[in-house]
């Protein structure tokens, strides 16, 4: 950079600059081609100009500038009115200035060097117009209502949705419904106490597709006193293929079978009777006895679950085998615990262990006791939890490239079953297999980056792909650009402005099967919640202490007239001089 001189975009200087090169590479070839009709030194000269201040707009130059201390105060909404008129009576002639996330302020901004934020705060995508200003934010106090919520909002069909939160000052005697797409109530919870109150919700659609479900706050008469909307999109379960290996028949596989063939899943188990016999069980599936391991047996499954026992009976070759395919081909491998792998070596059975004498553990949500072997996960050694108990792993995976192996300290999980807790079960080996089946190859991969979209605010997502050359559209077949990760080829990013509320989708030009939906909320959908994760976003933004120097250096957008007359004479110039050489 010049000294004194930056830009706006300096991330992307170095595919503007090649790009300028590309572009003036190619005029200088036309014009040595055309060199004899005349004017080639003058065309390169303004066409280098001309590139030179198209480049120059798109980076934004700005400049260092030395400018005395103005101090603003920035209205938010929220705001309290005291700290208001406390500052603007400690600090004679503060510059108050109101915010609307819809107007732009940056004008405003450029005449001062702190500035002093109150209320709610700013919204993050306009955090950068303070790059360059001292910024104290005084925040509103939480808001009434809900303030914190997490839930699933993409599950497969058969799946439960949990709902948990926490609700701020309650009104004594309401309620909090879950209601689905019809208005039916799913489940709810009375709050008893006019305090800071979690909750926990659940329901089980009944349908696939795309549908709004409702959080909402009744009296106690049933009277709607707030609601707001929880889209949830709902796919079809896509069965899994899943081999199961035990050196003889056990209560644990019997009851783990008939879960798995009631969630539509195909399911080959082959349990050992005596040396080199055994028998084999099919569900979902046709029959297809499994007698050696080879690479192209065991790529015909999702996930082999095996006991302790026989996996590590198996010798260096089988054993490399599986390897292999966990590796290479995405294989997970679920290893049924016993004795025998909490005393093998962590290079043999990809764990390790502590004793901890502890053989009965609680998981999250739950007050059932669960049997387990006096063992816990060693916290040092490289393992994912998938299940979590007393705060503690019970249930955990160690990624081998593509694929997973995992495992549990749980004692006898079918029990759960025989003592009436058939939900907890069926969560339990929900997540097991989500965690480590074989992961399904999505050529394009959408992530949406705002997590609570609204009309006329920017909503940025993420697309993962191979491809280098596609177009994003929306509804109507408007284009969308992206912009690609510099140092992640397959990594796009996009920023629309939606215009309606409700689903929206966005897709790949030609390609139907690349659907992203999305959903966009009205501007008073979910307002405590959005208030309090900007309050808690402005804190964490403007956490430092504000600098009062009476003098300060800051960055000055530089006016771009000069460049745009510059770029509009010499494109006059390229397109009329052709003309004059063919009419000499």
Request: no cysteine; aromatic share 12%; charged share 20%.
């Amino acid at each position: 950079m010049i000294e004194g001189f930056s830009f706006v975009n300096k991330d992307i200087l170095i595919p503007v600059f090649i790009g300028g090169l590309v572009l003036f590479g190619s005029y200088f070839y036309k014009e040595w081609v055309t060199r004899k009709q005349g004017n080639f030194s003058i065309n390169i000269i303004v066409a280098l100009l001309t590139i030179a201040a198209l480049v120059i707009l798109v980076l934004e130059p700005t400049r260092e500038v030395e400018i005395n201390d103005h101090q603003g105060i920035l209205l938010s909404e929220g705001f309290n009115v005291q700290q208001r008129d406390s500052l603007l009576s400690l600090n004679k002639g503060l510059k108050v200035l109101k915010y609307n996330p819809k107007k732009s302020i940056r004008n405003q901004l450029d005449s001062l060097t702190t500035v002093y934020v109150l209320g709610e705060g700013i919204k993050p995508f306009d955090f950068s117009r303070f790059n360059n200003i001292a910024v104290e934010y005084f925040p509103a106090n939480i808001p009434l209502g809900i303030t914190q919520l997490t839930y699933t909002k993409k599950i497969s069909l058969g799946e439960k949705v949990e709902v948990i939160g926490s609700y701020n000052q309650p009104v004594n005697g309401s309620f909090l419904v879950f209601e689905d797409s019809r208005g039916n109530g799913l489940d709810s919870i009375q709050f008893v106490e006019s305090s800071f109150t979690d909750f926990t919700l659940s329901g089980s659609p009944k349908a696939s597709g795309n549908y709004v479900y409702q959080l909402s706050e009744k009296d106690s008469a049933g009277v709607v006193i707030n609601s707001n909307p929880l889209p949830i999109e709902i796919k079809q379960k896509q069965p899994l293929r899943v081999l199961i290996l035990n050196n003889f028949p056990t209560f644990e596989t019997k009851y783990l079978k008939n879960f798995l063939s009631e969630e539509g899943h195909e399911v080959v188990v082959r349990s050992q009777l005596t040396k080199g016999k055994f028998k084999f069980e099919y569900f979902n599936t046709t029959s297809l006895p499994v007698y050696q391991f080879t690479d192209e047996i065991l790529k015909q499954f999702d996930l082999v679950i095996v006991d302790a026992d026989t996996y590590f009976s198996f010798g260096s070759t089988i054993k490399n085998r599986f390897e292999k395919n966990i590796r290479e081909n995405g294989l997970g491998v679920f290893i049924q615990p016993s004795d025998f792998i909490f005393n093998r070596s962590a290079s043999w059975s990809y764990f390790r262990f502590n004793r901890d004498d502890i053989k009965e553990v609680q998981i999250l949500n739950s007050t059932i006791a669960l049997e387990k072997y006096p063992y816990e996960f060693d916290e040092e050694f490289l393992v994912s939890p998938i299940i979590v108990g007393d705060g503690k792993a019970i249930a955990a995976y160690k990624q081998m490239a593509l694929g997973r192996v995992a495992t549990t300290t749980l004692l006898g999980s079918y029990q759960m079953l025989l003592n009436g807790s058939d939900q907890i079960y069926k969560s339990i080996w929900t997540n097991i297999l989500d965690e480590i089946a074989k992961p399904k190859i999505v050529p394009i991969e959408w992530k949406a980056e705002t997590q609570i979209p609204k009309v006329d605010e920017p909503f940025d997502f993420s697309l993962y792909t191979n491809q280098q050359e596609f177009a994003v559209i929306d509804e109507d077949s408007v284009r969308t650009p992206m912009l690609q990760k510099l140092m992640v080829s397959t990594h796009f990013t996009g920023t629309i402005y939606p215009k309606k509320t409700g689903w929206q989708h966005l897709s790949i030009d030609g390609d139907s099967t690349s659907q992203f939906s999305f959903f966009v909320y009205d501007s008073v959908d979910w307002k405590a919640l959005s208030s309090t994760q900007n309050i808690v976003l402005n804190k964490k933004k403007f956490k430092t202490d504000v600098n009062k120097n009476k003098t300060v250096i800051s960055n000055r957008p530089v006016s771009p007239l000069l460049f745009y007359i510059l770029f509009l004479l010499g494109v006059g110039w390229l397109w009329l001089s052709p003309k004059v050489s063919i009419e000499r």
